[in-house]
Nanobody
Framework: QVQLVESGGGLVQPGGSLRLSCIASGIDLSIYIMGWYRQAPGKQRELVARIDTEDATYVDSVKGRFTISRDNAKNTGYLQMNSLKPEDTAVYYC???????????WGRGTQVTVSS
């Protein structure tokens, strides 16, 4: 059974930092494209960052502030979020997709709230 479990969300003040984790079980995360998505209330889910074997890509709004990474030995992915803004408030979801297919898996999400 494939599971992706996110953790690390919470309430943080503007300018603060959080590190999200995504622990995978039932799959070898190293062969998947891993992504972090977010969905704010009333908005569509959007891709925040994605990493394949070597390259990472980011949505423009988080470039320079967020860093996606993975630890294959731990079968875990991460999203380091710095200089957080209120507009970063959303539920953040981990996604793992087999390259060149539509086969993917989702976590249940973790809430990130940026507010003073």
């Amino acid at each position: 059974q494939v599971q992706l479990v996110e953790s690390g969300g919470g309430l943080v003040q503007p300018g603060g930092s959080l590190r999200l984790s995504c622990i995978a079980s039932g799959i070898d995360l190293s062969i998947y494209i891993m992504g972090w998505y977010r969905q704010a209330p009333g908005k569509q889910r959007e891709l925040v960052a994605r990493i394949d074997t070597e390259d990472a890509t980011y949505v423009d709004s988080v470039k320079g502030r967020f860093t996606i990474s993975r630890d294959n030995a731990k079968n875990t992915g991460y999203l380091q979020m710095n200089s957080l803004k209120p507009e970063d408030t959303a539920v953040y979801y981990c996604n793992a997709r087999i390259p060149y297919t539509n086969v993917d898996f989702w976590g249940r999400g973790t809430q990130v709230t940026v507010s003073s």
